[in-house]
């Protein structure tokens, strides 16, 4: 086996062994971006690894995984020529176990590199694979089990349908992903895999309306009680198209059971958002049944979004302009639920951007915010300290808790990565550089306690004590 780390890091990545693990996309289901142990401050760079060898700026990665015992599963990207090829590789005590190859192949025409994404599940890997498949491989030494396809028992090889958004996996070992498809065989659909390897296969057209097909990047949400899956769509290819966020009965086994559909060009004070082929912003299923839907929206405001907050019936309770290509985190402090991420001020006023600091800063500025998740107000927030100010060019947060105090951990695209307390005033936060500055990187930062991972320049690089 090929080592990829040096002997000190090996023994720091064996000892982290805690009852947290981060298996898919946005931690959980409900996509709370949180973890149940804490974060280490941020001293040092304690692991780093090359998995792109060609990184570029307009691309979206998926969250590395981790297990509860410390192995990582990390993503693959190679390129030769004009030639990519995606894949995973099972890291643990820093040493190379096994590696898996897909015949992934990524939608023609979207312009950013979408989400190859993977994800675990009782000893099984799930990788994104072609024609709307996924691979289902063996944890313990990647020995391949099966391939399952959105048209089984049909073998659509050759057909044009495409894997569209990361994996959500439900308490009951449900696997639900979208697909896209310029194929007679099968509609854009959102499909569940169940544990005994059955595949169900949902129009959303059908559910949603004529023309709807999903968006791209944007994984399913599934409530804790595992009772309802949210699904965001689009009408058809036109990029100002209407977009929906969709409830569905997760207890009927042919997902045909709409609960309630609601537009996401809500009128008012509420802006139009438009779900943007570029972006990754995904549902979230929050612990009163509401659902969160943050999505990108041009023109106004420029380059921002705006997340929406609907309640169980699906009615609208507030609304927030954030940043763009974001799903937010969620944490319960005191007995609320608030959600956590950035606003990009990108043409901002100076009233936005001062935040009670003198001398006032001047647009632009970037902020992580905290929202009430009912009335979507703004309860605190911390700008981004580099001078001048660099984005927060994250597609997440990582949430956690030490003691009573909330934490948040992303990166800039300074190449530093930051761990702040929240409503602490003035910031309580550590950083430490992980790489040179990037620009537009959209990375994710992960977790289970000690170290925290994040992504620059193509490679994972771990930060911890």
């Not at 280490?40 to 969250?63: E, G, Q």
Request: proline share 8%; hydrophobic share 35%.
């Amino acid at each position: 086996m090929k080592s990829l780390v040096s002997a000190a890091v090996m023994v720091l990545l064996a000892s982290t062994v805690r009852a947290e693990q981060w298996l898919q996309r946005y931690h959980d289901a409900q996509h709370t971006s949180f973890i149940s142990a804490a974060i280490d401050p941020l001293n040092r760079v304690t692991f780093r690894y090359t998995f792109d060898n060609s990184p570029l700026t307009a691309i979206h990665y998926t969250d590395p995984k981790i297990e509860s015992n410390g192995d990582l599963f990390v993503p693959r990207r190679d390129r030769v020529g004009t030639t990519v090829t995606y894949g995973m590789r099972m890291l643990s005590g820093g040493t190379e176990v096994w590696a898996f190859t897909s015949d992934y192949v990524r939608e023609p025409g979207t312009s950013w590199e979408p989400l190859f994404d993977f994800a675990i599940d009782n000893g099984t890997v799930y990788v994104m694979g072609a024609y709307g498949c996924v691979w289902r491989l063996n944890e313990s030494d990647g020995s391949m089990i099966d391939r399952k396809c959105a048209t089984d028992p049909v073998d659509p090889m050759g057909e044009p349908i495409w894997d569209v958004s990361p994996f959500a996996i439900d308490g009951n070992g449900n696997v639900f992903w979208t697909i896209r498809s310029a194929s007679d065989l099968i509609a854009s659909s959102l499909i569940m895999l169940d544990p005994s390897g059955n595949v169900t296969a949902s129009d959303l057209g059908s559910l949603v309306g004529d023309g709807q097909i999903a968006a791209n990047n944007s994984a399913p949400a599934v409530s804790a009680d595992n009772g309802t899956i949210y699904v965001a769509t689009r009408f058809g290819e036109d990029r100002f198209g209407e977009g929906m966020l969709t409830a569905l009965d997760a207890t009927d086994p042919a997902l045909r059971t709409v609960l309630w559909t609601a537009t996401l060009s809500p009128g008012g004070d509420c802006g139009e958002a438009f779900l943007h082929e570029s972006g990754t912003s995904s549902p979230i299923a929050l612990p009163d049944g509401a659902a969160i839907g943050g999505w990108n929206t041009d023109p106004n405001p420029t380059s921002e979004g705006w997340y929406y907050s609907f309640d169980s019936n699906g009615n609208l309770r507030g609304c927030y302009p954030f940043g763009w290509d974001d799903t937010m985190g969620q944490i319960n402090l005191d007995g609320t639920t608030y959600l956590v991420g950035k606003h990009q001020h990108y043409f901002a006023n100076s009233s936005q951007c001062d935040n009670g600091i003198d001398p006032p800063v001047n647009p632009p500025c970037y902020e992580v915010v905290v929202l009430d998740s009912v009335s979507m107000q703004k309860q605190w927030s911390y700008l981004e300290p580099s001078t001048p100010p660099r984005e927060w060019c994250i597609d997440a947060p990582t949430l956690f808790k030490d003691g009573e105090d909330g934490y948040f951990t992303v990166p800039s695209e300074s190449g530093k990565l930051f761990r702040v307390r929240i409503f602490s005033n003035p910031p309580e936060e550590t950083d430490v550089p992980v790489g040179p500055a990037q620009s537009a990187p959209y990375v994710p930062t992960v977790s289970i306690g000690g170290p925290a991972y994040t992504i620059n320049h193509g490679q994972i690089v771990g930060a911890g004590f």
